[in-house]
Every structure is written in C-alpha cells, then in structure tokens.
DNA sequence: TACAATTGTGTACTTTATACACCTTTGTTT
DNA sequence: AAACAAAGGTGTATAAAGTACACAATTGTA
C-alpha cells in the first residue's frame, strides 16, 4: 500500500510521462531441461501476484514499450515478445481501480481508469537470466505451470491466452533457438516440445519429424562423458530457421 | 476538410464520449460467387480511402466497440469481427495528425493524438449486406482485392496483415457459414476458398478434403434446371462447424 | 446427333504420420 | 569379466493424408 503523498507522486509522474489507458502485460515462459515455468511478481508484503505489465510511453512505439517494461520489472533483457491479443474489458482492473478510492478521488488517480491490456509472450532459458524483481515487487520468481497461484486482475485469463498462442506458434513456426544451448542432443529438444505440450511424444517419430523441417544441423562429434550412449549434438541452421519463422512450415491448404 | 468550429465540436464530443488514444480499424472482407472485395471509406470531396474505423466509448468493451464503429461506418451490423493486431507505431497517424494543425494548435486536437489502432477483420456476402456511408464518406464501397487504392494512413499494413490472418485461419477454422446460401455446391465453396487464397486448388481433392472435416451435410435432392449436370447441394452441420470453430482442425503435435 | 461444359466418382502414387522392434554404447552391478 | 540397465541410433510395417491424374454422367447448345 502506498502512502497518499507517494500516490500523488505516481500519478503525476504516469500522467506526464505514459499514454493514457492503454498497458501491456508480458507472459514470460521459462524453460530449461524439460521444466516449464512462468516468470511472475509479488508486491511488497502481500501474497498478490501479477505478471509483469506496465505503461507505454507517450512516444514509444509498443514493441518498445513492452521490451523496456520487461526490462525495468523483471531485469530481463532483450527477449524476444510477441503479441498475441488485446484485453479490453472494461471491467478488467475494477479491483484494482477501487484499491485507492478513499485515498484519492478515482478521477485524480491515474492508475485507477481504464486500461486495456496488449498482452505479449516470449519464450526464455530460465538459467540464462537472472530476474530481478523492481522497487514494486518482493520478488520476482519462476513458477511452475502447474502450481501458478492465483494471479490479479485478469492475468489468468492472460496467461492462459498466451500459453495458448504459444501452442498454436508450435504447429507453424520453429522454437527453440534461444532456448537449447549452442548444441543440444534430440531428447533435449523432444523435452521442450513435450513440455510445451504437456504430453508425451514418440522419440523416433519426433526425430524424422523434426528432422525433415530441415533446420538442425548434426555435429561430426557426438557428445562424450555422460553415462549411456553418446548422442549426436545438433545446432540450429540459423538461415533456415529464419527462414521459416518468416514463410512458416506446413502450408495446409 | 472541417470548418474550426466543426472540428472544435467534434473534439469536445470526443474528449467527453471515447476513450483517449485507441481507435479500432475493421478490415471487412466481402465475398460473393467468386469475387473478394475489402470495403472501403471514401471520403468527401477527394480520393482520400480508408477502412472503417472508430473510438471506443469510455465503459464499452472492445468487441462491442468493434461492432458498432462498423455498424455506424458502414451500416454492416451483426457481422463476426475478429480480433487480430494492434498496430502501435507512434507515427502510423502523423500525416493525419497534422492535417489541421493551423487550425487548431495540435494539443487541443483530441484527433490529433497519438493512436494505438486494434485490428479486426470479417469476411461477409456482400449481397447480403448494403453498405452505407456515415457523413464523413463520401461513398463506402466494395473494392476488388486486386484493385485496391492507396490507402491512407497506415491501412495498407492492417489490411495486408489482416488478409495474412485470414489465410491462416484456413489452415485450422472451418470458413463459410454466413458467406455461403443455405445451400451450396461443392464447386461454390471450392470458389470461397480459392478466391481467399488467390490460388487454383484440384476439385477432387478439395471435396475429398473438406468432406473429411466432417462439417457438412449433402442434400438429396441435386440442384435442378442450370445447365450442365445437376450438382448436389450442400448445407454446414452446424453443430460440428461450431465445435471446429472452438476446436480447431487439425492437431499438428 | 455431336459437342462442350460441368460435375460425380475412382485410382494409382507419393508423402506423412503412427506404432512399433532391434541394435549399440556406456556406466554400474555382481 | 559378465550381466544388466538406461539411453540413444536406426529401421520397418502399416495407416492416413496429400497429389495427380482419367473417365463417366448429365444437360443445354450447335
């Protein structure tokens, strides 16, 4: 809870510097070794968890915006988002938008209007950042998916969107680069997609599947040391894999 | 072009009813035998085109807002609007914002803000709709998609990423129900999806394929008295259309 | 009556998808 | 050292889907 001069403070500030009504709300998915994690934010002194969002600036164009909000809440930088769909229910902060209402009228405090949401995703290594929560937040961790608590607002219904899109990115777009080390084995990369999906995949049939999109490339050496048998190490064909981020994989009709 | 007080009018109007710094830019798509049209504002006195578009109103949900900027723009009402991008380059209006700046010092132009637009897009029978302009246009015609006219603003780019959505959704979302008559042939559905495509698809297989989705339902009784042999007609299951709408074709993973 | 246009239906071939089995490698157990 | 378990590479049989065709049936027109 903030102090009304504090408040104050805040409102001015937002007031000078965002683009009124209009926030962004990023769905960080993490991922490393076959664990599947969401990046949330907990305020100071409370069990009130949120995903972290923000404001754009009055001349800041979106993608900026939502990479630099990533930034200043959770310390992650240069993460690749991408947006999936607007949140414009009128009612969608209404809690929120009541919290300060005997401190100050709902007319002067800014935070309390309207505010659609551009919900963004991405996709990140959980061990390659280290999240930083900011002066709002407590903390700033990684839950799993299957133990996400209860989140404000409507982070739920965005965070369920997202991991939608997300699932659907994976019928027609590549995934994986940014997320698997330089090389990576085959079962290393089946986890992903297994974790993604949250189900099983047949180990052969993933194989020649993923094979045949043609953007791995197979080292000579395969890796040494670890107990069993040593597997191939693959690499991203980064030209390929851009390429079909752009033109997509199976065409359908 | 606007007198001042015109302008000062509408500003104050808009100040008072929309929402600051959103608008919502609808890219109709109109089909009818064979042909694709996108509809299209014109405005008065010159050869200035642009799509629909419109502010939301303080409490009004997205969706709602959506509906009745078409309905008021172009008299289309009860249309399925979908949601797909929100364009927010702060520069997507700059030519539009300066169109009056020696009239009316830009601060006090509500419209000459800087605007997030939310894309939308529908595909209707254009013979089952009659479009008609609101006092700004001049004319809000169907335009043929390979005729289009320059467009004003950043409208190319929402109307080029709304026909990439389009496309897109073939490839997993049954398409047709309300751009189809009751009845159908085969052939007159196949024309939907090429003309969506812009491309030839084989007649056997696309009848192969569609029946195989398991949405559509034959008649008995072959259309009767056009020349050449009677072709059966068809008609969309209803119940298993929805259920592919929510559903969603084929899995992929 | 021949013909062109349109539509229904079939079939061979290729490609993908699915469900399996078997072998190799490597560290651990006995 | 031999046996074993765990992980990983590769293959194959079968089914399903996608692609490329050919041919027959119907109907109005030349």
């Given at each position: 809870m903030l102090t009304k001069q504090e408040l104050i403070k805040y409102c001015n500030d937002a007031r000078q510097n965002y683009l009124d009504h209009v926030s962004i709300d990023c769905v960080?998915?993490?991922f490393h070794e076959g664990q599947m994690k969401v990046l949330l934010l907990k305020t100071h002194h409370e069990?009130?968890?949120?995903?972290?969002?923000?404001?754009?600036?009055?001349?800041?164009?979106?993608e900026m915006a939502a990479n630099r909000i990533l930034m200043e809440r959770t310390g992650l930088d240069k993460i690749f988002l991408q947006q999936f769909h607007v949140f414009g229910d009128p009612d969608r902060s209404k809690f929120h938008n009541d919290l300060y209402k005997d401190m100050l009228p709902t007319q002067e405090n800014w935070f309390a209007g309207r505010?659609?949401?551009?919900?963004?995703?991405?996709?990140?290594?959980?061990?390659?950042?280290?999240?930083?929560?900011?002066?709002?937040s407590e903390s700033c961790t990684w839950r799993d998916l299957d133990d996400v608590p209860e989140l404000q607002l409507d982070h739920e219904l965005i965070f369920k969107t997202a991991l939608d899109a997300l699932r659907l990115q994976l019928n027609y777009q590549p995934i994986g680069y940014n997320l698997m080390p330089k090389e990576?084995?085959?079962p290393e990369l089946q986890k992903l997609y297994e974790t993604i999906l949250d189900k099983k995949l047949d180990r052969r049939n993933f194989q020649r599947r993923i094979l045949a999109f043609g953007i791995?490339?197979?080292?000579?050496?395969?890796r040494k040391g670890g107990a069993h048998k040593a597997p191939y190490l693959y690499s991203f064909d980064l030209e390929n894999y851009r390429h079909a981020l752009t033109e997509g994989f199976k065409g359908g009709w």
């Open positions: 960080v998915f993490g069990e009130k968890w949120y995903l972290p969002g923000g404001f754009v600036l009055k001349e800041e164009p979106i505010f659609l949401s551009i919900g963004y995703y991405a996709l990140v290594d959980f061990f390659e950042v280290t999240p930083q929560p900011d002066q709002f990576f084995t085959m791995l490339n197979r080292a000579e050496q395969p």
